[in-house]
Structures are given as structure tokens and as C-alpha cells.
């Protein structure tokens, strides 16, 4: 019976030791980071159509785990973008795979540098607020960086909360304010 008993826990010992070593083994180092896909839509950003997009390649260079795609016929967007004769400003986000913004490329704001416009006006739509008066390195500061400024790109407190805004996100829909280039 002893020996039973010694052979019964050896035994268990000896699958408790394999389990735990294929568990290691098998599981991954650690999880893939959660991407959120975002659409938008330029089809009503007239002369602006190009500068919307590069807008957009801002972000999906910069942000990990959010993307941003075009519309494809038939499919709902995310973000609206309308050309208008106004100052640009935005519906403010962050904005969720079962929400929309909307995003108005103002004419008002010729002078400026229109990817920057395009890129500062989606910082809004994940959720940035203006960070008015800054410096141009700051894309949330909009036109108070200047009509010579050229960054397009967000600034690391920027692009942080970006991050943030979606990490791990389960899409809920925000409340939307607006804000203004």
C-alpha cells in the first residue's frame, strides 16, 4: 500500500511539473497591444482631400494602437471631414469604433500649413484638447504656433495621450465637445 501511495504522488508530481512547463513554454511573453481601427471619410474635404490624408498618416505612423483607414463604399466612418468657409474646428473625442465625429477643414485658415491643420484637427477626434497659447512643436496648439509652423507631428505628451485614450479599449462612445484650430 506504501508503495502505492509513493508511485500515486511521484506520478501526480511529475504531470504537475509537465503541465507548469508546457504552460511556460506555450504562453505567449506577453499580449499584443489592442489596436483600434478607426474610419474616416474626406469624400466632402474638397481641396483638402490630400492634406486630410497626410493628416491621417500622421497618426497611424505615430499611435500604436490606434489606426486610422479610409472609407470604402458602403461602410460607416468614424471621423467626417467637411471642407467650409469658417476657421477649422472639430467635434472633440476620443472617439470610439461605434461613434463618430465630425471635423470642418476651414478656408479661413488658408495660410497655415494644411497637413498640420488636418493632423491638430484628428489630434481632437482621440481626444486632445488645444493646449493654446504653445510653441509650434506642440500640434495641439494649433494656429498660435504660427502660420510659418510646419510640425505635423504630435509632441510626446501628446502622442501619450493618444495612447492612453486607447489602450485596452472596449469601444464605448464619449461625449462630444468642440474645439477649434
Same mark, same amino acid.
Given at each position: 500500500?506504501?508503495?502505492?501511495?509513493?508511485?500515486?504522488? *511521484?506520478?501526480? !508530481?511529475? @504531470?504537475? +511539473?509537465?503541465?507548469?512547463?508546457?504552460?511556460?513554454?506555450?504562453?505567449? /511573453? &506577453?499580449?499584443?497591444?489592442?489596436?483600434?481601427?478607426?474610419?474616416?471619410?474626406?469624400?466632402?474635404?474638397?481641396?483638402?482631400?490630400?492634406?486630410?490624408?497626410?493628416?491621417?498618416?500622421?497618426?497611424?505612423?505615430?499611435?500604436?494602437?490606434?489606426?486610422?483607414?479610409?472609407?470604402?463604399?458602403?461602410?460607416?466612418?468614424?471621423?467626417?471631414?467637411?471642407?467650409?468657409?469658417?476657421?477649422?474646428? *472639430?467635434?472633440? !473625442?476620443? @472617439?470610439? +469604433?461605434?461613434?463618430?465625429?465630425?471635423?470642418?477643414?476651414?478656408?479661413? /485658415? &488658408?495660410?497655415?500649413?494644411?497637413?498640420?491643420?488636418?493632423?491638430?484637427?484628428?489630434?481632437?477626434?482621440?481626444?486632445?484638447?488645444?493646449?493654446?497659447?504653445?510653441?509650434?512643436?506642440?500640434?495641439?496648439?494649433?494656429?498660435?504656433?504660427?502660420?510659418?509652423?510646419?510640425?505635423?507631428?504630435?509632441?510626446?505628451?501628446?502622442?501619450?495621450?493618444?495612447?492612453?485614450?486607447?489602450?485596452?479599449? *472596449?469601444?464605448?462612445?464619449?461625449?462630444?465637445?468642440?474645439?477649434?484650430?
Amino acid at each position: 500500500m506504501r508503495g502505492t501511495a509513493v508511485f500515486r504522488r *511521484a506520478a501526480f !508530481g511529475a @504531470v504537475a +511539473a509537465l503541465t507548469l512547463a508546457l504552460t511556460a513554454v506555450t504562453a505567449p /511573453a &506577453s499580449a499584443a497591444p489592442l489596436v483600434t481601427t478607426l474610419t474616416y471619410d474626406n469624400s466632402q474635404a474638397a481641396e483638402f482631400k490630400d492634406a486630410v490624408d497626410k493628416g491621417m498618416e500622421v497618426w497611424n505612423t505615430n499611435a500604436k494602437n490606434v489606426k486610422i483607414v479610409k472609407v470604402t463604399p458602403g461602410q460607416r466612418a468614424n471621423i467626417t471631414i467637411i471642407a467650409d468657409d469658417s476657421w477649422p474646428h *472639430a467635434e472633440l !473625442g476620443p @472617439v470610439r +469604433a461605434n461613434g463618430s465625429v465630425t471635423w470642418w477643414f476651414g478656408r479661413q /485658415a &488658408s495660410n497655415y500649413n494644411h497637413v498640420r491643420i488636418a493632423a491638430h484637427e484628428t489630434g481632437h477626434s482621440l481626444g486632445l484638447p488645444d493646449m493654446k497659447p504653445g510653441p509650434c512643436s506642440s500640434l495641439m496648439s494649433g494656429s498660435t504656433g504660427g502660420v510659418d509652423c510646419a510640425n505635423v507631428n504630435p509632441n510626446a505628451s501628446e502622442l501619450s495621450r493618444v495612447e492612453n485614450n486607447y489602450a485596452g479599449t *472596449a469601444a464605448t462612445n464619449t461625449h462630444v465637445l468642440s474645439a477649434a484650430y
